[in-house]
């Protein structure tokens, strides 16, 4: 079992470009999550999916902010344009019903 | 708003001791706490799991209670070890996906040899 794999590890980028973040999640799992952690809030769900269909997107932030689960096996979060308050460590996690989450080992974001 | 809250505040103990962790919920009634252990540059990592009508919850050195009247969890971890040492996550659910969470700040345990 490799686990959630996030992609990729540390992203730097300027504002007001796109940032892609990407999630592996484990196989034969079918509820797909994306956390946002920070200093200030904590970790944060975004959204989440089941069988590759958002269920809850309510914490998205704002439009920039989108997310994409073309099949059983990947998933992206995207932001665009990206802003410094985007700044954070994104985590991607997955289960069964009723299981606890196995998180990926996040990926941190800078924008400058 | 539902909120969970831990103490903000380090917890710093001597190797050997056992480590209470507290974890207050204002605002609802979750269904099931969980438990999760953090270490620098990595993803939590699930340590236990308690529903509502359960008191206690025990594997290994690690226990956890529940107590709805108090709105209170406590995590303890008896024999506590350097390698213990980490930042505790202590996460809730009203729903019946335990993966829909909302998680306290965390409080990091330092435990000295």
């Known amino acids: 079992d490799a686990g959630v794999i996030q992609s990729p590890r540390h992203e730097v980028t300027e504002m007001g470009q796109e940032v892609t973040l990407r999630c592996k999640p484990i196989s034969g799992h079918d509820y797909l999550f994306w956390y946002r952690q920070t200093m200030m809030r904590g970790l944060e769900l975004l959204i989440y999916?089941?069988?590759?269909?958002?269920?809850?997107d309510s914490g998205m932030p704002e439009d920039r902010f989108s997310a994409k689960m073309p099949n059983a096996s990947f998933s992206t979060l995207k932001i665009q344009p990206s802003e410094p308050r985007d700044s954070a460590v994104y985590f991607c996690?997955?289960?069964?019903?009723?299981?606890?989450?196995?998180f990926g080992n996040g990926t941190r974001l800078t924008v400058t | 708003s539902q909120k969970i809250e831990q103490n903000s505040e380090a917890l710093n103990i001597q190797e050997g001791k056992t480590a209470t962790l507290t974890c207050n919920y204002t605002?609802?009634?979750?269904?099931?706490l969980q438990w999760y252990r953090q270490d620098p540059g990595r993803g939590p990592v699930f340590l236990l799991l308690?529903?509502?009508?359960?008191k206690e919850k025990r594997k290994e050195r690690l226990k956890v209670t529940f107590d709805t009247t108090l709105k209170q969890s406590l995590f303890h971890i008896t024999a506590s070890q350097p390698a213990d040492s980490a930042t505790y996550l202590c996460?809730?659910?009203?729903?019946?996906?335990?993966?829909?969470?909302?998680f306290g700040q965390g409080t990091t345990l330092q435990v000295k040899p």
């Open positions: 999916f089941n069988n590759n269909v958002p269920i809850d």
């Open positions: 308690i529903r509502e009508n359960e």
């Open positions: 996460a809730s659910t009203r729903s019946s996906n335990t993966g829909k969470l909302i």
């Open positions: 605002n609802y009634s979750p269904a099931y």
């Open positions: 996690a997955s289960n069964r019903a009723d299981s606890p989450l196995h």
